[in-house]
């Protein structure tokens, strides 16, 4: 099963007060290091939409969460009844960490748990 992750990220600099919605990882099994804790992730496993919402995520990013979900089930021909969960970091369900792998090394370093 391909499962899709989006980052809604409040913009800086530039974009300050901006927010940005973009493709972070398409996969089978998505490495949990993607799932940063200052943002809000949308993960589409085919046939559920969760929210993951990151303990620093700004008040911005967490109310803007379901409307991009929403926008995403329209603007990627979703069913508009498929389910959407909203996850808090760390109350994470053994459902919803299925879909996720061991956490990645970037190329040079090393994951250290």
Same mark, same amino acid.
């Given at each position: 099963?391909?499962?899709?992750?989006?980052?809604?990220?409040?913009?800086?600099?530039?974009?300050?007060?901006?927010?940005?919605?973009?493709?972070?990882?398409?996969?089978?099994?998505?490495?949990?290091?993607?799932?940063?804790?200052?943002?809000?992730?949308?993960?589409?496993?085919?046939?559920?939409?969760?929210?993951?919402?990151?303990?620093?995520?700004?008040?911005?990013?967490?109310?803007?969460?379901? &409307?991009?979900?929403?926008?995403?089930?329209?603007?990627?021909?979703?069913?508009?009844?498929? &389910?959407?969960?909203?996850?808090?970091?760390?109350?994470?369900?053994?459902?919803?960490?299925?879909?996720?792998?061991?956490?990645?090394?970037?190329?040079? #370093? #090393?994951?250290?748990?």
């Amino acid at each position: 099963m391909t499962r899709v992750l989006y980052r809604l990220h409040e913009g800086m600099g530039l974009n300050a007060g901006g927010m940005s919605f973009s493709k972070k990882y398409e996969g089978n099994k998505i490495p949990k290091n993607n799932l940063l804790s200052n943002d809000v992730f949308v993960l589409d496993n085919g046939f559920h939409i969760y929210i993951w919402v990151g303990a620093g995520a700004s008040d911005k990013e967490k109310a803007n969460s379901f &409307p991009y979900a929403h926008k995403y089930l329209k603007d990627h021909k979703r069913p508009e009844i498929m &389910p959407i969960t909203r996850v808090v970091e760390g109350t994470e369900s053994a459902k919803f960490l299925e879909h996720f792998g061991p956490a990645v090394a970037p190329k040079g #370093c #090393c994951i250290i748990s």
